[in-house]
C-alpha cells in the first residue's frame, strides 16, 4: 500500500514557475513508476509526465515538453514536477499516481495508487 500526497499548488501569472512535490508513505516505494497527471474542469484527466524507479526514463506529454520536469528522491520518498512558462491552459488538478509494472506511462489504469490532488491556477 502506498499513499500519496501533493503540495505545491497554487495561483500563478502565466510566465511564472511552480513546483510540485508528491510525498510517499507506506510500507515500500521502492519500484514504483511515478506519474503525473491533470484534470481540468469539465475534462478527462490526462497524463502530464511519468518517471521510471531509477530516474532514468521520463516520459512528457507533447503539451508541457520542454517546460516541465519530472525528478525523483527515492531517499526521501517524494516526486517532483517542476513547472516552468506556465499557461493558462496549464490550469488544473494535478495528480501524483504510483504503479508496478507500468507499460504505457499515458495509461491512467495501470497507476494503482492516486494522491488527493493539488490545484493550479494560471492567470492571463
Known amino acids: 500500500q502506498v499513499q500519496l500526497v501533493e503540495s505545491g499548488g497554487g495561483l500563478v501569472q502565466a510566465g511564472g514557475s511552480l513546483r510540485l512535490s508528491c510525498a510517499a508513505s507506506?510500507?515500500?516505494?521502492?519500484?514504483?513508476?511515478m506519474g503525473w497527471f491533470r484534470q481540468a474542469p469539465g475534462k478527462e484527466r490526462e497524463f502530464v509526465a511519468a518517471i521510471t524507479w531509477s530516474g532514468g526514463t521520463t516520459y512528457y506529454a507533447d503539451s508541457v515538453k520542454g517546460r516541465f520536469t519530472i525528478s525523483r528522491d527515492n531517499a526521501k520518498k517524494t516526486v517532483y514536477l517542476q513547472m516552468n512558462s506556465l499557461k493558462p491552459e496549464d490550469t488544473a488538478d494535478y495528480y501524483c499516481?504510483?504503479?508496478?509494472?507500468?507499460?504505457?506511462?499515458?495509461?491512467?489504469?495501470?497507476?494503482?495508487?492516486w494522491g488527493q490532488g493539488t490545484q493550479v491556477t494560471v492567470s492571463s
Open positions: 499516481a504510483a504503479g508496478l509494472r507500468v507499460r504505457a506511462f499515458t495509461n491512467k489504469n495501470e497507476y494503482a495508487y
Open positions: 507506506g510500507r515500500t516505494f521502492s519500484g514504483y513508476t
